[in-house]
C-alpha cells in the first residue's frame, strides 16, 4: 500500500477552521454516488426552484412560498420513513400537522448537505479541506446515507449490525457483503470528522 493509499483509509483529521481528508479515487466514487441517490430520492417532492407561485391560488402560492405541503402521512418508501420520520409516533394527526410544515425543509436541508459533500469531493478523489460548516453537511449526509443502508440492510440496532458483519465475509462473492463493509466504513469516516471537529 502506497502512503497515499494509506493516508486515504485514515479519515479526516483536525485543520484550522474545519478538516481535511484525503479519498482515493474509488472511495471518492462510493460516496459520490451513494449521497448522489440520497439527494435524488429526498428531492423528488421538493418543488422546483421558485414553487409553484403564480401558478395557483394566492393561498396556494403563499403556502409553497413558506414552504408548507400537502404531505401529512409517513412516506410510503421504507428509507424516505427512515430519513423522514414521524414527530409523534403515538399521535398520527400531531404528526401529520407537524410534517405540513416541515418536510419540505428537511427535504431541502438534506439535499443541501448532499450538495456540500458533491462539490467539495472531487471525482477523481484527493485532499479536500472542508469549513466547519461544510463539515457538520457532511456529517449529516453521511447519517442520511448510513440510514439509508440500514434500512435496505435489515439493520435495527447495533447488535443487528455487529452479527450482519460477524457474519458475511467481504471476500464472499456477495453483494449484501460489500454494501455492509461500506455502511462500516462511512461510520469509522463519520467518527473520525467528529474527532476532528471536536
Not at 44 to 69: F, K, M, N, R, Y
Amino acid at each position: 500500500m502506497s502512503d497515499d493509499e494509506g493516508e486515504a483509509v485514515a479519515g479526516f483529521r483536525a485543520a484550522p477552521g474545519g478538516a481535511t481528508a484525503r479519498f482515493a479515487a474509488a472511495q471518492a466514487a462510493i460516496i459520490r454516488d451513494l449521497v448522489g441517490q440520497i439527494a435524488e430520492l429526498v428531492a423528488d417532492e421538493i418543488p422546483d426552484e421558485g414553487g409553484t407561485a403564480g401558478t395557483g391560488s394566492a393561498a396556494a402560492d403563499l403556502a409553497s412560498q413558506l414552504g408548507v405541503s400537502d404531505a401529512t402521512e409517513l412516506p410510503d418508501d421504507p428509507v424516505l420513513a427512515r430519513l423522514l420520520p414521524d414527530a409523534y409516533r403515538d399521535d398520527p394527526a400531531a404528526s401529520g400537522e407537524f410534517r405540513r410544515y416541515t418536510e419540505q425543509g428537511l427535504r431541502s436541508a438534506k439535499v443541501a448537505a448532499a450538495r456540500t459533500v458533491l462539490a467539495t469531493l472531487p471525482p477523481s478523489g484527493g485532499k479536500i479541506r472542508l469549513s466547519e460548516p461544510e463539515a457538520q453537511a457532511w456529517l449529516r449526509a453521511l447519517n442520511d446515507v448510513r440510514l439509508a443502508l440500514s434500512v435496505r440492510l435489515g439493520i435495527t440496532d447495533e447488535l443487528d449490525e455487529q452479527e450482519d458483519l460477524a457474519a458475511d465475509d467481504p471476500a464472499a462473492d456477495n453483494p449484501r457483503s460489500a454494501y455492509m463493509w461500506v455502511y462500516q466504513w462511512l461510520a469509522i469516516l463519520q467518527e473520525s470528522l467528529v474527532e476532528a471537529l471536536s
